[in-house]
């Protein structure tokens, strides 16, 4: 299977060598990963339950 833009994307934006700068490493990504979940939980909550607010 020959590798996709996506594929592209992920292997520029990870980072399993310590000390690089370049991409993130796997708490960054966890970081990164919550704080999105965060926001759409929220979303989720007062669009399906307005009453609660």
């Known amino acids: 299977m020959s590798a996709t833009h996506f594929d592209g994307f992920v292997q520029d934006s990870l980072n399993s060598d310590p000390g690089s700068d370049k991409g993130l490493d796997s708490e960054e990504l966890f970081g990164l990963y919550t704080s999105w979940c965060l926001p759409a939980a929220a979303d ?9 607010v």
Do not use: H, V
């Open 44 to 52: 989720y909550i007062l669009s399906s339950a307005p009453d609660l």
